[in-house]
């Protein structure tokens, strides 16, 4: 019977980081607004600068471009954690059940 508990307890635990872990990707992944706000932005800052003849003009679009890039990849580098993690416990999961049916 205690082997049983400590196998409920620890199945409990996985699905709740398993919840956890959907909820958290699909917040993650319902933000893409805050990228796409970045680009527009950046697109408005540059266009104002070429507009209005701005010195350093050029220097200023590649900033704006290495922000724009940076934030992608992290974005990105989040989500593939994320889903990597989701997976992995899936995997676990199914050993467990597999295990199960095999004994």
């Not at 400590?6 to 917040?27: P, V």
């Not at 200023?60 to 889903?83: G, H, M, P, Q, V």
């Amino acid at each position: 019977m205690n082997s049983t508990y400590h196998h409920l307890k620890g199945t409990k635990k996985e699905e709740g980081q398993k919840e956890l872990l959907e909820r958290n990707l699909k917040a993650h992944r319902s933000r893409r607004w805050v990228i796409n706000s970045i680009y527009a932005m950046s697109l408005i800052v540059l266009v104002l600068c070429f507009y209005f003849h701005v010195p350093q003009a050029a220097i200023i679009s590649l900033i704006l471009f290495l922000i724009c890039a940076t934030s992608e990849i992290l974005y990105r580098a989040l989500d593939k954690k994320i889903e990597l993690r989701l997976k992995r416990i899936k995997q676990e999961k199914r050993k467990i059940i597999f295990k199960g049916n095999k004994s």
